[in-house]
């Protein structure tokens, strides 16, 4: 990534809505440690917003199935698994004819992605670019901060080291919300695998 052109790119964005104010401009992003980037090095402060579009809550995930004919015990299977994700709660309507086998079969892949990515980077370790600088990942830092989540779904931003934080959001696993200084796992199926996979670590 280019970081003069993002700064220059923010500041024609912060020179569109502020001088003529004829524009409203929205970046969307799931890359959400960029985010915390575009605040820090365009100088935002002040002159937006962010936007959360996070998952549904759990009286909106159960209205939602219950429009697709879910009854209780079949939504509170699915909120167990995938909380409000809407991709899962989507899948989960497709698979309802099969729904224990299904939720069981998607933590059971998810738990055998993360513990291949963590066998890679144990065995041939990664780098990670983070500004200009390239830093050597790890993995008892990455595995020291998927036991935050042994018993929490949810830890301060500074409860990580950077360079961990940015390896975890950078593979998908873990979510940063700038707003509240807050970090977790992408999902609840994510959460429920990290919890599984720390379950069998001798």
Same mark, same amino acid.
């Given at each position: 990534?280019?970081?003069?052109?993002?700064? /220059?790119?923010?500041?024609?964005? &912060?020179?569109? &809505?502020?001088?003529?104010? +004829?524009?409203?401009?929205?970046?969307?992003? +799931?890359?959400?440690?960029?985010?915390?980037?575009?605040? $820090?090095? #365009? &100088?935002?402060?002040?002159?937006?917003?962010?936007?959360?579009?996070?998952?549904? @809550?759990? $009286? &909106?995930?159960?209205?939602?199935?219950?429009?697709?004919?879910? $009854?209780?015990?079949?939504?509170?299977?699915?909120?167990?698994?995938?909380?409000?994700?809407?991709?899962?709660?989507?899948?989960? !309507?497709?698979?309802?004819?099969?729904?224990? /086998?299904?939720?069981?079969?998607?933590?059971?892949?998810?738990?055998? %992605?993360?513990? +291949?990515?963590?066998? *890679?980077?144990?065995?041939?370790?990664?780098? !990670?670019?983070?500004?200009? %600088?390239?830093?050597?990942? /790890?993995?008892?830092?990455?595995?020291? #901060?998927?036991? /935050?989540?042994?018993? *929490?779904?949810?830890?301060?931003?500074? #409860?990580? @080291?950077?360079?961990?934080?940015?390896?975890?959001?950078?593979?998908?696993?873990?979510?940063?919300?700038?707003?509240?200084?807050?970090?977790?796992?992408?999902?609840?199926?994510?959460?429920?695998?990290?919890?599984?996979?720390? %379950? $069998?670590?001798?």
């Amino acid at each position: 990534m280019d970081d003069y052109l993002i700064y /220059e790119l923010f500041n024609l964005f &912060t020179r569109l &809505t502020k001088e003529p104010h +004829s524009y409203h401009i929205f970046a969307i992003t +799931s890359d959400s440690s960029f985010i915390k980037k575009v605040f $820090n090095e #365009a &100088t935002l402060h002040g002159r937006c917003r962010y936007l959360l579009v996070d998952d549904f @809550d759990y $009286n &909106t995930t159960v209205n939602f199935l219950k429009k697709y004919g879910f $009854n209780e015990e079949e939504i509170q299977l699915v909120w167990n698994y995938f909380g409000g994700k809407p991709v899962y709660l989507i899948k989960a !309507i497709k698979n309802k004819h099969r729904l224990k /086998e299904f939720c069981k079969e998607l933590l059971k892949l998810r738990v055998t %992605e993360i513990k +291949s990515r963590l066998k *890679k980077l144990k065995e041939l370790g990664e780098r !990670i670019t983070i500004g200009k %600088e390239e830093f050597e990942v /790890e993995y008892d830092r990455v595995l020291s #901060a998927l036991k /935050e989540f042994k018993d *929490k779904d949810t830890i301060p931003l500074d #409860a990580l @080291d950077e360079i961990t934080t940015h390896y975890l959001i950078k593979i998908n696993l873990l979510f940063l919300d700038p707003l509240h200084g807050t970090i977790k796992p992408q999902s609840r199926l994510d959460l429920l695998a990290i919890r599984k996979i720390l %379950e $069998n670590l001798h």
